[in-house]
């Protein structure tokens, strides 16, 4: 069964564990990454900031489980408040669960944090406009595209155009 839950500290040594394995899978779709953010004080760093984030109330991380073991993790991002109550998803798995339906599933339940938990009338998801996978993850999840910003985000150490994506909390039309 998939679920999500907020990370702890206490990730950090499964989680640097998983990127190292999927490190060559993740880095086309991924900022380039030092080889320290593959270790498990990096880590550590990155989810200290990520709680930190949670407790300011401008970001939620979550881990992806199956079972009780972590495949990926999910991120609510720029959580803005004031009238756009507005946020921005991010989220990867191992390559040995994609096909599986586990990214889809996640980005179902963060949907659900970020319009009942955090209350907020939209999430936007960016994908790569090559990446057709995860373009379906967002669909199947009712995402609807609206745009394409060139050269959006520099992903493996270029800068790369990305399709646009949002959701609408339907309670709050």
Not at 112 to 137: C, D, I, M, P, Y
Request: aromatic fraction near 6%; proline fraction near 3%; include cysteine.
């Amino acid at each position: 069964m998939i679920t999500i839950r907020p990370v702890r500290s206490s990730d950090a040594a499964a989680i640097a564990a998983l990127r190292l394995a999927n490190r060559e899978y993740l880095t086309p779709w991924e900022p380039a990454r030092s080889d320290e953010q593959f270790t498990e004080e990096g880590v550590a760093g990155t989810l200290a900031t990520a709680i930190a984030d949670a407790q300011a109330g401008t970001g939620r991380s979550h881990v992806i489980l199956d079972g009780e073991r972590i495949v990926g993790q999910m991120m609510l991002n720029s959580v803005i408040r004031g009238a756009f109550q507005s946020c921005s998803l991010g989220y990867w798995v191992a390559e040995s669960e994609a096909g599986r339906g586990v990214a889809t599933e996640a980005v179902r339940l963060a949907k659900a944090v970020a319009f009942g938990e955090l209350g907020l009338h939209r999430v936007q998801g960016e994908t790569l406009a090559h990446n057709l996978g995860s373009q379906k993850v967002l669909e199947r999840n009712g995402f609807v595209r609206y745009g394409l910003a060139p050269q959006y985000l520099k992903i493996a150490d270029r800068w790369q155009d990305h399709v646009l994506y949002q959701a609408l909390n339907p309670d709050m039309a």
